[in-house]
């Protein structure tokens, strides 16, 4: 289970002599646009090609240029907004008041470098996988007989949802662990979001998102690993399983993928509670997911030109789905919330990140029967929350089955303590 050592070479872009374009004018591989046009610089207005990645292991670092961080500034600070919601609640949508809050902080106070420093703490690195060019991060234990674990995120999420967790799954006997809990971590992101290449055809659907990571895994050298997720990323955990993954030990998910649910004669008291969750989602809470499964590259439109519109998408999913009563800010910090929106605006992810909807939604997203470990948290807060008999049905070795005490949808971003006791005692029963 050792690790290949990747190429050595420096990823950073560093500053351009060009003057057209101006120093530090690309954004880690994103250039910025040369045409000056009448909305704005060239800085403004970010192309969406990283640098061409290769089969090699290519060491890489978040590095924006400052005119891109001005250019937001610049946008934040023209935002056109409606007229204010006709209900006292979320009923609408996200409250003005609420979002222009959030806006005007982080037009004056929010700092990227801060964001961008914490997530260079970690290594990163990209790497050409299926013709695609995988952005991921690496992180060896020091514990030389720790579990290998690709952790996948899900929409409106990325890798920054895990970088609190990193420590004390890696690092365990610095955090009130056990070096028996000690877990060598991969987090990738996903095709078309962050630092990952945009798809620019179609077929990167879940299936193959999954085949994907299993090549990532070997290629690193690990033969015997684990796989967990959450949102989109429990649909890639279950394909995992689904395909038998070469090396996959076990795997643990905290959104068990039971779309349509596996009912089975006359309804149990425990099943009922499930239904009208999904029948509530289906009626009241799936537009953003329809629209995103039939209409990506219009809703792309509006969230890639318009900043406020990018924060305001991704913080009603925030406030809904978290274990927060719509007040996301109690359990995630402020600057944690747009260091995530600025990654999406940044990268420009708007478009890409929606299409996996149009790809998966529909189609890859739902129940499969499971014949390999399969270990489950389910969190108070979450949306759907189905009951342990549809997981016996569903997974015929189900190992692990716990309801955590608090966390939402964004269990490793919400609460990172809890997150990480699910995988040291969920795992500990495989290793």
């Known amino acids: 289970m050792t690790a290949k050592a990747p190429r050595e070479h420096d990823a950073t872009i560093q500053d351009s002599p060009t003057p057209l374009i101006g120093r530090r004018a690309l954004l880690f591989g994103l250039a910025a646009t040369a045409g000056l046009t009448q909305r704005g610089s060239a800085n403004d207005v970010l192309s969406s090609h990283l640098p061409p990645a290769t089969t090699d292991i290519v060491p890489f670092k978040v590095d924006v240029p400052q005119a891109a961080i001005d250019g937001l500034r610049r946008r934040l600070e023209m935002t056109r907004w409606p007229e ?11 409250p003005l008041e609420r979002i222009q809050s959030l806006v005007e902080y982080w037009r004056k106070s929010h700092d990227w470098r801060r964001a961008e420093a914490a997530i260079n703490t970690f290594p990163q690195y990209r790497m050409r996988i299926d013709g695609l060019g995988i952005h ?22 990325s890798v920054f949802e895990f970088l609190k967790v990193i420590g004390p799954l890696t690092d365990p006997t610095s955090h009130g662990g056990r070096p028996n809990d000690a877990f060598h971590l991969v987090i990738p992101s996903l095709p078309g979001f962050g630092f990952s290449d945009k798809p620019v055809t179609r077929g990167w659907g879940l299936p193959r998102v999954a085949s994907a990571w299993t090549e990532l895994m070997m290629r690193l050298g690990y033969s015997h690993w684990v796989a967990q997720g ?3 990323g429990s649909g890639v955990t279950t394909w995992l399983a689904a395909q038998h993954a070469r090396g996959l030990a076990a795997v643990h998910i905290n959104l068990p993928v039971m779309f349509p649910p596996p009912l089975q004669g006359e309804l149990a008291d425990v099943e009922k509670p499930a239904l009208e969750m999904l029948r509530t989602f289906a009626l009241e809470k799936s537009g953003y997911a329809r629209l995103q499964a039939t209409r990506p590259q219009t809703i792309g439109y509006a969230l890639t030109d318009s900043p406020a519109g990018q924060a305001a998408w991704i913080y009603e999913k925030l406030a809904e789905w978290s274990q927060s009563g719509y007040d996301p800010e109690s359990v995630l910090t402020r600057d944690a919330i747009l260091d995530n929106i600025s990654l999406y605006w940044f990268t420009a992810t708007a478009a890409s990140s929606a299409r996996l909807y149009a790809e998966s939604f529909y189609t890859d997203f739902s129940a499969r029967k499971l014949d390999i470990p399969v270990g489950v948290t389910i969190f108070p807060g979450e949306n759907f929350r189905p009951p342990r008999l549809w997981g016996e049905r569903l997974y015929s070795r189900l190992f692990y089955w716990n309801d955590a005490q608090r966390g939402g949808h964004f269990a490793a971003f919400e609460q990172p303590g809890i997150f990480v006791d699910e995988m040291r005692a969920c795992f500990a029963l495989v290793r």
């Open 136 to 157: 991921f991060l690496h992180i060896r234990s020091r514990h030389a007989d720790a579990l290998p674990m690709v952790l996948t995120h899900g929409w409106p999420g």
């Open 84 to 94: 204010r919601e006709l209900v006292s609640d979320w009923s609408q949508g996200l």
């Open 230 to 232: 959450g949102d989109w």
